[in-house]
């Protein structure tokens, strides 16, 4: 049975940081890329990044570029979300997948957590 499970939201204040985990098992998990995204409230689920299955493609949304940082722990079948510099809406349910590849499109990936809420007050 494959289980994403992520961690570390919370609610901050606009200018800090938070760092969520994804922990994977039931999978090879170096074999997949894996990705964030994230949904607010009325709103659909987006992109936010992706890593490929070796770390050597990462892309970005442009709305968090320069402030947010993934990265992935193999032996820990881990995937990581580094969010610095939180704006107000970056508030959203924060999910991690796993993928064949690193997709941007959500409807391409095969296995979802459940998410985490991360809340950004003004």
């Known amino acids: 049975q494959v289980q994403l499970l992520e961690s570390g939201g919370g609610l901050v204040q606009a200018g800090g940081s938070l760092r969520l985990s994804c922990v994977v098992s039931g999978l090879t998990f170096r074999s997949y890329a894996m990705g964030w995204f994230r949904q607010a409230p009325g709103k659909e689920r987006e992109f936010v990044a992706v890593?490929?299955?070796?770390?050597?493609?990462?892309e970005y949304a442009d709305s968090v570029k320069g402030r947010f940082a993934i990265s992935r722990d193999d032996a820990r079948n881990t995937v990581y979300l580094e969010m610095n510099s939180l704006k107000v809406n970056d508030t959203a349910r924060y999910y991690c997948?796993?993928?064949?590849?690193?997709?941007?499109?959500?409807?391409?990936?095969?296995?979802w957590g459940q998410g985490t809420q991360v809340t950004v007050s003004s």
């Open positions: 997948a796993a993928a064949q590849s690193h997709w941007v499109h959500s409807n391409l990936y095969d296995y």
């Open positions: 890593i490929s299955w070796n770390s050597a493609n990462i």
